[in-house]
Nanobody
């Protein structure tokens, strides 16, 4: 069964840090580029960043550069989102998305993990 499972969310104080995990199963994770998305309350889902299948390239959206980074550990089928200096506006449901690099172009989504930044 193909699954992506996010974890690591929770309540954190402003200025704090959090590491989210996305664990894939049922797929050869090393053949998938992985992106992180988030959906703040009352807003549309937005992209956070992407990491290529071998971790050779990462991209973080401009407004999150310097605070958020992405890494991966393919032997553990895991991609991480590292979040620092968290702000209230970072409160959102965070999702990971895996895309097959080769044919066929298959895409999978996780169920999300909630991050709440509040004092």
């Amino acid at each position: 069964q193909v699954q992506l499972v996010e974890s690591g969310g929770g309540l954190v104080q402003p200025g704090g840090s959090l590491r989210l995990s996305c664990v894939g199963s049922g797929i050869p994770f090393k053949y998938y580029d992985v992106s992180w998305y988030r959906q703040p309350p009352g807003k549309e889902r937005e992209q956070v960043g992407t990491i290529t299948m071998n971790g050779g390239s990462t991209n973080i959206v401009d407004n999150l550069k310097g605070r958020f980074t992405i890494s991966r550990d393919n032997p553990r089928n895991t991609v991480y989102l590292h979040m620092n200096d968290l702000k209230s506006e970072d409160t959102a449901m965070y999702f990971c998305n895996a895309r097959h690099v080769y044919q066929p172009p298959q895409t999978y989504w996780g169920q999300g993990t909630q991050v709440t930044v509040s004092s």
